[in-house]
Structure formats: C-alpha cells, structure tokens
C-alpha cells in the first residue's frame, strides 16, 4: 500500500511576526522535521508545499528527501496547500496531511496511525488522540482525495474528520498537538 505524505509549510506565520517556516528548531527548519519522519515511517513521496517566497527553506526541503511544490497564494488559507499538493501524490493508496510547525512528530506516530487505519474494518481516516484532545497529523484512505480536493480557505480537512469513517488512535505523548504558532511556543519546546 502506497502512502505519500504532504507537510504544508506555505502558512504566513503571522502569529510568529512572519517567516514561521524559516524559524529553526534543533537547527534545522519547523517543516524539516516532519518532513523526515514521514520518510523515515516509508512515506513515498514527501510533498512539502511552500509558499512563494520560501527562500531557502526550498533547498532546505530538497536536501532532507522531499519533493517541493509551491503554492502561489498561500493566503486563501490551509486548504489551498492541501490541494496544490494532492497534484504531486497521484497513485497514493492513503495520504498524510502534516503540518510544517510541527516538529515533535516522529515516525512511530506516522506508524500508530497506519497500522490503526490497516487493521481498522471500516474506518478510512485515522486520527491522532492525547489526553483527549484530537492532533495532527491525519491519515486518509484515498478514498476521501476528490473531497480533499473541494476543501476552500483556512479550516483545512477538519470537515472531514469525525464521525464512523474515523478511528481516533490514542498517542502516548503530546508531540500530536505540540505546534509553534509564536515565539513562546517555540521557546517553550526548547528552540
């Protein structure tokens, strides 16, 4: 079963005072580390959508193994990533949505949610759970690519999470809801 990965990192950043995707944690760029775990979990391909002026973040994305795609308008919100990067994962079997500010994601959460969704009879979308807070990222059966591709503005594939066709699998750690939205975020995970 193939599984491809998208790591939206197009966002403005306006909480951060702009530029949030070039900021460095751990000395690499936010997007570069979900980036490698979703290769390291055997994500193929890995499509980091940037904005249009991502400087150096492009070759920053190319070097840790992802494919870049850009999305010219990055301001009509989340869902215009998602759907510039679904072009660039044609033949995926499922598809993982990632977030670029999100760099405690590591390979075995990529994994807990693939084995759920393999060994799930029914459900077609799994979910990362801590503490009962739903997180990201989020695995979807190819089965939901056309209404990912409908999704419009800044709510992203929200819509289309809940209800039978979701398993929630509960995470041992809070790296799943752990995003850097500001400088305190990030000073608060040690960056």
Do not use: Y
Not at 15 to 29: A, C, I, L, S, Y
Not at 68 to 91: E, F, H, I, K, Y
Request: with cysteine; charged share 15%.
């Amino acid at each position: 079963m193939k599984t491809a990965a998208l790591v939206l990192a197009a966002g403005l950043g306006t909480r951060m005072g702009g530029g949030k995707m070039m900021v460095e944690w751990n000395g690499r760029p936010l997007p570069v580390w979900p980036v490698m775990a979703a290769i390291e979990a055997g994500c193929d391909p890995v499509v980091a959508v940037v904005g249009p002026e991502s400087g150096d973040l492009d070759s920053a994305l190319l070097s840790a193994g992802a494919r870049v795609m850009v999305n010219p308008r990055p301001g009509d919100g989340q869902a215009s990533s998602l759907v510039c990067g679904l072009a660039a994962v044609g033949g995926a079997d499922r598809l993982f949505v990632l977030l670029g500010d999100m760099p405690l994601v590591a390979p075995h959460h990529l994994r807990a949610l693939m084995a759920a969704l393999d060994n799930a009879c029914g459900p077609t979308i799994a979910a990362p759970v801590f503490n009962g807070r739903r997180g990201n990222p989020v695995l979807f059966d190819k089965s939901h690519f056309t209404a990912l591709a409908a999704l419009s503005g800044d709510q992203g594939a929200r819509a289309l999470i809940g209800g039978p066709h979701t398993i929630l699998v509960e995470m041992t750690d809070r790296a799943v809801l752990a995003d850097i939205d500001t400088p305190e975020d990030l000073a608060a995970l040690g960056g």
